[in-house]
């Protein structure tokens, strides 16, 4: 039997960042930080870090201010994006955002 719907289900992707499954929250515990995030794009462009840290600075800044001027994103292969509902908080907006992906090419060829 698959996770319950609810609020408080989580999304957990895994390493080879094409395909995903759904768990409940208290199991998904990883978090990407901005960071690891550089260095994975340092370790897989072999870019200099200085380089991959401006860039993805500016892209992460972009990113944030397109969503929340609630405009829908394209941006294969991470997926279509759009703010399916906001919330002001004290602290910040919270943005609620879909992404609906395309199924990973191992999965399509064996469709």
């Known amino acids: ?15 080879d960042c094409m395909t995903a499954e759904t768990t409940e929250a208290p199991e998904a515990t990883l978090v990407l930080r ?11 462009s072999g870019a200099k ?13 972009e990113l944030g201010a397109a969503l929340a001027a609630n405009e829908t994103l394209a941006l294969p ?4 994006l759009r703010v399916t509902r906001t919330q002001e908080r004290e ?9 609906r992906r395309a199924k990973a090419e191992t999965e399509a060829s064996e469709a």
Request: a positive charge; aromatic letters at 2%; charged letters at 35%.
């Open 49 to 61: 870090r200085g380089d991959v840290r401006q860039v993805a600075e500016a892209l992460l800044q």
């Open 77 to 80: 292969p991470l997926g279509k």
């Open 1 to 15: 039997m698959g996770p319950r719907p609810g609020k408080n289900r989580a999304i957990t992707v895994q390493e």
């Open 34 to 44: 901005k960071k690891e995030f550089i260095d994975r794009v340092v370790a897989r």
């Open 91 to 99: 602290g910040g907006d919270t943005l609620v955002v879909k992404i």
